[in-house]
């Protein structure tokens, strides 16, 4: 069947700073490689140019498959769709969006088909039946239309074996994704397995994966990473695992086996003394800690099963050590009062002060994400789910917190400058941090001066949550508007050359 053609299609925003391999459809594309199929990856920036190229490399496929993602890129996956339409091809769309929100997503007239769930398995017996032009009712986990009507199948079972579909490395421009980390080197980004056995209400691996987890072979995995070290030189690894730590003896078997520095998400309960200790013997860089809150009572509403204090002992201990610390924070999550939220601010800059270094993410507007148990609470507080994609591409990382309606508008200004107040403080107390090692005597005796004041006028802000007249935060947008305008211009400048 290698006459036999696909195209499948993950498109990534101009903006976005930093990019993870498509690993999603690259597994798919081993599913199908695996029957003889020729299969086609793109991982392309969502321009008129690109997505025209897409269309005509893609004439003559059996389908083109579009994995996305709820947020801003479903308007750029619906242009596409649409230019795919008008030259015949028909789509089919997956991902974490599709899987939750079928019907909706089948009611656009530019998508054809739908897969549900993960889709290796269900996209080959899929491509079997669009080859005999049979019938579609018995692949579990499709979606499709049918003389008007929409038709959803039974969901498909979760693959048991990752290692049956060895991905393909040569289908993208790897060193494209490989970053610079804090001055050790160039980390690339890798998956070692899929799902979490934990419940957090805010996330989509509860019905998704169905709290299962599956991990790769790990000698294979030790095998692969070496090879592609070898092959495009990077210095470390970033484990972009949901739970890399879910099984903590092959969790630490890989990354004695790789014996190069590494970044990996973990639990604040995972984190004990002797966890730490065995990190720092093989080489970690920086832990990932998903905080959340600084309320006792908000984690215990969102099924964390994590405590304030299990998450000061775990940074605790990461400092003790000489581990880095990347910590992330969500407010205006359902059922959070305004006393939880004040103790997450509280959390944070206690944080900052306590630890130089110390990175925040955050903290965040809840996003509904469907497919999480939050998802629901958030409709019954009075949040009003978007009818169609064009009103879910609303909804992402950055949106407007005013959508929530759940929230009161004057506690989401208060809470926004707050937020803003917290990216001044990092960000200022960073450059300090960095410019103290620099012997210009000039940033000694009027710059550091000026930061550590206007530190002080933010820290207080803080402290005493106040959100009027914000004007050391709105200063700090301006200039880093203007930086981040001048970073974006001259990375189209050095990606046109």
Known sequence: MMDMKVSLINLYLPEQKMLYPPLGIMSI?????????????????ATQRNMKDIVKKSQGVLFVGLSVLTGRTLICNLELSKLLKKNKIPVLWGGVHVS??????????????????????????????????????????????????????????????????????????????????????????????????????????????????????????????????????????????????TNQKRAFDIVGGIGVPWIAEVRADYVTEEFIKKCKTYNCHKLIIGCESGSNDLLKLINKDVTVAQIENAIRLCYGYGIKVYCSFMIMMPGESNQDREKTFDLINNLMDTYPGIEIDGPKVYTPYPGAPLFERSKENGWQEPVDIQGWAQYHRAMNPLLLKY?????????????????????????????????NIILHIFVIPFLRFYKGIVSLRLRYKFANFPLEIKLYILWLGLINKIRFSRNRNNTAR
């Open 407 to 439: 929230v009161a508008d004057q506690d989401v200004k208060k809470n926004m400058a707050l937020v803003g107040g917290i990216a001044v403080k990092h960000h200022i107390l960073t450059y300090i941090e960095e410019r103290f090692r620099s012997k």
């Open 29 to 45: 594309a081993a599913a199908l490689r695996n029957k003889g199929i020729n299969v086609q990856v793109f991982h392309e920036e």
């Open 100 to 245: 939750f929100l079928p019907e909706s997503t089948l009611r656009d007239d530019r998508i054809d088909f739908i897969i549900m769930g993960e889709g290796e398995e269900a996209i080959c017996i899929f491509t079997d039946k669009l080859i005999a032009a049979g019938d579609f009712g018995d692949v579990k986990g499709l979606g499709y239309k049918k003389e008007g009507k929409i038709f959803l199948n039974s969901q498909i079972s979760l693959v048991e074996d990752l290692d049956s579909y060895k991905i393909n490395w040569d289908d993208i421009r790897v060193p494209h994704y490989l970053y610079e980390m804090d001055g050790v080197g160039k980390f690339l980004p890798y998956l070692t397995s899929r799902g979490c056995p934990h419940r957090c209400g805010f996330c989509y691996n509860l019905n998704f994966n169905k709290r299962r987890w599956r991990g790769r072979n790990q000698n294979d995995v030790i095998e692969e990473i070496l090879y592609l070290r070898q092959k495009y030189q990077f210095d470390g690894v970033d484990f972009i695992d949901d739970n890399f730590f």
